[in-house]
Each structure stands twice: as C-alpha cells, then as structure tokens.
C-alpha cells in the first residue's frame, strides 16, 4: 500500500524510471533475503499505475458514449479531458470529417512502445464510427 501511494505522487508519463528510482525499494525486515517475490512484489505499484492510466481512457471512452448515445452524434467538445494520472497531459478528443471518433493521450510516454512490443498492453488510442444507441 506504501508504494502505491508513493508511485502515485509521481508523473508516469513524463519518466517511468525516474518514478520508481525514488520509492524506497528496501525490503522489510520479515522479507527473506534471496527471495524471488521480492523483485516482482516491487513492480506492482507501476504495473498498477499503468492499469490506472488504461482504466483512465476506458473512462474517457465511456464518457464520450454517454453524450453521444444522448444527442445521436458524437459531441463537438467533452469536458474534464485532463488526466488525473499524468498530471500536465490530457486525453485529446476529435470526430474527424468521415464522423470517425478518436480519443488519445496528448503524448504518449516512453514506456509505452515497450508494453506495446511486449504484447503487455494496448495502446493509449481510441476510435470508433459507431454512435451507440442505447
């Protein structure tokens, strides 16, 4: 719980290795020297910061939706686009003129082309023709 509360004072988006040098990594007393959970055990708080940014635009998406399952088109602007996560970066909405809808962060970080490559994540991206009628 310690380390994800200190993993979330920092920014992900600007330096995912800047982030998790300053937590405190020192293992606990009861920790058993040699133990292999201890490595794994100390990249949850990022692998949960990352999760937190991926469930972010899952909210982003869902907020679209509802507006648009409203009127019957996709908005002309939505509001509280920042990301809470990446404070300083914002989620970046457009309905291009074919009516294609997209929703993206205004940068992507570093890290990101890794989880990418690596088949551990999807990327920061969004788009749709589909208005949802519900």
């Known amino acids: 719980m310690k380390l994800l509360a200190e993993s979330k004072q920092h920014n992900i988006c600007l330096s995912d290795l800047a982030a998790s040098a300053t937590i405190d990594t020192t293992p606990a ?3 058993i020297p040699g133990q292999t959970i201890a490595p794994n ?16 635009l ?8 509802a507006l648009a399952a409203k009127t019957g088109k996709w908005p002309q602007s939505v509001p509280n686009m920042e990301s809470e996560i990446c404070p300083g970066f914002e989620w970046v ?6 009516g294609t809808m997209s929703i993206y962060l205004s940068e992507q970080p570093e890290w990101l082309t890794e989880r990418i490559e690596n088949n551990s994540a999807l990327p920061l991206t969004y788009s749709t023709r589909r208005i949802p009628n519900y």
């Open 41 to 56: 055990f100390l990249n949850q708080p990022r692998k949960a910061t990352h999760y937190m940014l991926d469930l972010e």
């Open 93 to 98: 909405y457009q309905v291009s003129p074919d």
């Open 58 to 65: 899952t909210q982003k998406i869902l907020q679209v939706k």
């Open 29 to 31: 007393w009861w920790n």
